[in-house]
């Protein structure tokens, strides 16, 4: 199952969300992140330093190594493609490529059979790499933050996927809209929450992730948080779509 965890808006917490959950699933069965950000926050935030001359997304993307040999183990258990700045130079290249839809996809077809689970960090951006992450996944976990304009780019989001599921990729489905650093007594949250579900009447919308310190520091540490704390309350929200993803 390979699932793109995308938003084209910064800082909603999808490189959290892929370490967190990739985490949980890392402990069921061979879970893949793939960074697919130039900001390379999922590859430092995973604990690994890249060389300069080191293979990673950028050599992938542009079919100049393989994927096999750009996929690197974590402390966390996680596997991972990872990457720095140079995709964004990767980005362009690919620009004027025929099929360029599709490089991720064809790349990833030799790792399919070793992981069971792949999960792909999307830039904060709709552009190339966002709609190649959609064109090879499965499926879409779109996180959303409880903060004022939340809502405001999701429109545009949901238009883009839904052009990805009718051009590139029929199999597209959204797995659900993830709330994130929800303060629940407050009224932001609550107004958030309940605009998500309007909007949105036939999406799973999953519990939200309570806003905390600890997932700064978690990343920090290099750790999915249930490995920095044992909080039900932080850990739960990934817990439960770790369990959907495993049932499917
Ligand atoms: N539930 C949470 N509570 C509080 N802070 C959080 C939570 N989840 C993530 N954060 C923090 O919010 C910041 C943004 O998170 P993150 O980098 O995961 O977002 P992103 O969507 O990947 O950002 P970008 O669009 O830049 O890639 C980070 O400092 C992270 O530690
Ligand atoms: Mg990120």
Request: aromatic share 4%.
């Amino acid at each position: 199952m390979l699932i793109a965890v995308a938003n084209q808006k910064g800082g909603v917490a999808k490189t959290t969300s892929v370490i967190c959950l990739g985490g949980l699933l890392a402990e069921r069965a061979n879970c893949l992140a793939i960074d697919l950000d130039p900001q390379g926050n999922l590859t430092t935030g995973l604990g690994v330093e890249l060389a300069s001359d080191q293979i990673s997304c950028y050599d992938v993307i542009t079919e100049q190594a393989s994927a096999l040999d750009a996929i690197v183990s974590t402390r966390s258990g996680l596997s991972l493609l990872p990457a720095d700045i140079t995709l964004a130079s990767g980005e362009t290249e690919i620009l004027t490529k025929v099929g360029n839809f599709y490089l991720l996809k064809e790349c990833l077809e030799p790792v399919l059979s070793q992981f069971p689970y792949i999960l792909i960090d999307c830039p904060p951006s709709l552009g190339l790499l966002t709609v190649n992450a959609l064109a090879a996944a499965d499926a879409v976990l779109i996180p959303v933050q409880c903060q004022f304009f939340a809502l405001k780019g999701l429109a545009s989001l949901l238009e883009t996927i839904g052009s990805v599921q009718k051009r590139l990729n029929r199999n597209l489905q959204i797995l659900g809209v993830l709330p994130t650093m929800a303060e629940s007594n407050t009224l932001m949250t609550q107004d958030v929450l309940a605009s998500i579900k309007k909007r949105l009447p036939s999406v799973t919308i999953f519990d939200p992730v309570p806003k905390s310190i600890k997932f700064s520091e978690s990343n920090l540490a290099g750790e999915p948080i249930h490995l920095y704390t044992k909080e039900t309350k932080l850990v739960q929200p990934y817990k439960a779509i770790a369990n959907l993803i495993t049932n499917i």
